[in-house]
């Protein structure tokens, strides 16, 4: 049975669902006329209509979670990865990071301008970027304040609120190298400053290489356009790094001769160290898994073949390798790993285990293709002490002999 | 350029990796996009560096920014920058090494302009873009004092403003990474955070 949120149990989901759709169908039969599979001797129905932009099932209850806090505006939405399948997040659950709220901004008027350290100063409109060759790929984003709690502490809570400042989508825009190949880039350019049309004009340096290597002007995700909260109509991509410096809602990219030192570089997305020392510039978001099911908040109600399943992903390229514990560290078996694995995306990896009822710890380890080996957390405070961000530690679930699973570090 | 060189040196050990997955497409010009003009790009551009690169003309000290302080920041941080609820501006100085480390402007912003360069794109929180250059600086000149950092009547400006040396400028260390695990790089010997102005 469930233990807190009905939502999160996996023995009684299937039958409520059935429940409820058998509710919502007879309260529904005269406005939607669904039909049964079930049953051959039964008069059929005609669905619904075509629509012009679709929704899911009303059936469908999963969203992003947000906490209360001093404002909606400089605030942030977690993505239900507990919920989710493969490796692509829709856009409408990607986890949203606002400093100053999502700005309404008009494409036809919107521009992006590129100065600076450059031969020639260039405006671009939206509808320019798209005249240039395009390219698509597919990469997560983390923000680097993502599972930051454990630094301290293991609030029993559900994968989504650990962990759910994290998303994967294809995206879609001109690459920024092709950009600089219009403008020029002057010799004594080693950064760029990007910033946003938001409200507080979001601003984050980027080295000069990173920039001609990866980064990306990205104008469509999963195939459409940008979503409002997502940077509509254009952002920064900068594969495989914190999500802060994604900027969004791009309006101007300024080549400079060294870092500008801005409040998001500075003040914030540092790691303090020991002896009060802090690390900056840690763009780079590490390897790290987490199984998504079971997880934090589920019931397993019986004992028996259950799947776990889980995604990696590393900011340093692909995921070579994921093993699951399910003995709280003590022995390791390699997961079976679904293709595509691609370079700073997901990995969706599964594993088929036998629970014997017994209380027990599911942990998830991965590997990348530089040799980097997702740490414990304990190895990381000994390295760091408690920090604030970039916590990329092993996650471990308790699965309670009732079958209730739990938040717990090891 | 000693900041540069060794930022670029360690972004670079992940780049070599991942290069090859994307490749360059072939240098082309595609006569897309116009020049701006010089008032559109001085429209656009806010950005203020840590030697002060972008500040423009105006000043104030904290005494003229105490009033402004009081009316448009308080709200939000406080009486005396200590109360919040939102971000602590002022103290801590001396925590950063403890088991409660309190990171205030004072304590763990390692430059003066960062303020300046903050509060002039983002502050008020409801109606940035609100507050006059004089005003930047005034208000500047005010949490810098509250913080010990300036004197009352000692009169910011683009000069005077880089100079104003934060406690913290040398506490942090470029991203050293991987420091745990199989490919960690031992010893760790993180190189400090230096800015060109402290090289010539």
Not at chain 1, 362 to 383: F, H, M
């Amino acid at each position: 049975m469930s233990r807190s949120d009905p939502k999160h149990s996996i023995v009684s989901r299937g039958r409520r669902r059935f429940l409820q759709l058998g509710a919502a169908l007879s309260s529904a039969l005269v406005a939607c006329r669904p039909s049964s599979n079930l049953s051959s001797d039964q008069p059929s129905f005609l669905g619904g209509p075509v629509s012009e932009y679709g929704t899911r099932s009303s059936l469908e209850r999963v969203t992003r979670t947000f906490r209360s806090s001093l404002s909606r505006e400089n605030a942030s939405s977690r993505t239900p990865l507990h919920a989710l399948e493969g490796i692509i997040t829709p856009a409408s659950l990607h986890f949203e990071r606002h400093h100053s709220g999502v700005p309404t901004i008009d494409p036809s008027t919107h521009k992006l301008l590129i100065h600076g350290l450059v031969n020639r100063p260039l405006i671009f409109t939206v509808d320019e970027l798209k005249r240039f060759p395009s390219h698509s790929q597919i990469h997560f984003v983390e923000c680097s304040g993502n599972g930051g709690t454990h630094w301290r502490q293991a609030p029993d809570i559900s994968l989504q609120n650990l962990h759910g400042l994290t998303s994967c989508s294809e995206w879609t825009g001109v690459r920024l190298s092709v950009l600089l190949e219009q403008t020029g880039v002057q010799t004594g350019a080693t950064w760029l400053i990007a910033e946003g049309a938001d409200a507080c004009k979001m601003a984050r340096s980027v080295p000069i290489e990173k920039a001609l290597d990866d980064v990306m002007v990205a104008y469509a995700q999963n195939g459409e356009a940008l979503r409002p909260e997502q940077g509509y109509p254009i952002r920064l991509f900068v594969p495989g790094w914190e999500g802060n410096i994604h900027v969004k809602w791009l309006r101007r990219i300024k080549l400079v001769d060294q870092p500008y030192m801005t409040k998001d570089e500075t003040s914030k997305y540092t790691d303090m160290l020991t002896e009060g020392k802090a690390r900056q510039f840690s763009f780079m978001m590490e390897a790290k898994s987490l199984i998504t099911r079971p997880s934090g908040g589920m019931t397993l109600g019986n004992r028996g073949y259950h799947e776990i399943t889980g995604i990696a992903w590393s900011g340093r390229g692909k995921i070579t390798r994921v093993e699951i514990s399910t003995d709280a560290g003590a022995t390791w078996r390699e997961a079976t790993l679904q293709n595509p694995v691609l370079p700073m995306a997901y990995a969706r990896f599964r594993f088929g285990w036998n629970w014997t009822g017994e209380s027990t710890v599911l942990q998830s380890r991965c590997t990348d293709e530089t040799g980097y080996v997702q740490p414990t957390r304990k190895a990381l405070i000994a390295a760091r002490g408690p920090s604030y961000y970039h916590y990329n530690g092993i996650q471990s679930w308790a699965i309670h002999s009732d079958g209730s699973v739990h938040n717990v570090h090891v | 350029m000693f900041m540069c060189r060794t930022g670029i040196a360690v972004v670079g050990l992940g780049l070599a990796l991942t290069s090859a997955t994307y490749g360059h497409t072939q240098s082309q010009r595609y006569d897309i996009g116009r020049t701006p003009t010089a008032e559109e790009i001085a429209a656009y551009d806010i950005s203020v560096a840590p030697d002060g690169e972008g500040l423009p003309p105006g000043g104030g000290t904290a005494n003229q920014g105490q009033s402004i302080y009081a009316v448009r920041c308080a709200e939000c941080h406080g009486a005396t920058g200590r109360e919040g609820p939102n971000d602590i501006l002022v103290g801590g100085q001396g925590t950063l090494a403890s088991d409660q480390p309190l990171r205030t402007v004072g304590s763990y912003w390692p430059y003066a302009t960062t303020l300046w360069d903050y509060i002039n794109r983002a502050m008020p929180f409801e109606t940035p873009g609100t507050l006059s250059a004089d005003d930047v600086y005034s208000t500047v000149a005010y949490i810098l004092f509250l913080n010990g950092l300036v004197e009352e009547n000692q009169r910011l400006d683009l000069e005077t403003l880089p100079q104003v040396r934060m406690p913290n400028r040398d506490g942090f260390v470029l991203d050293d990474r991987p420091d745990v695990g199989p490919t960690a790089v031992h010893p760790v010997v993180a190189s400090p955070v230096s800015h060109p102005r402290n090289e010539e």
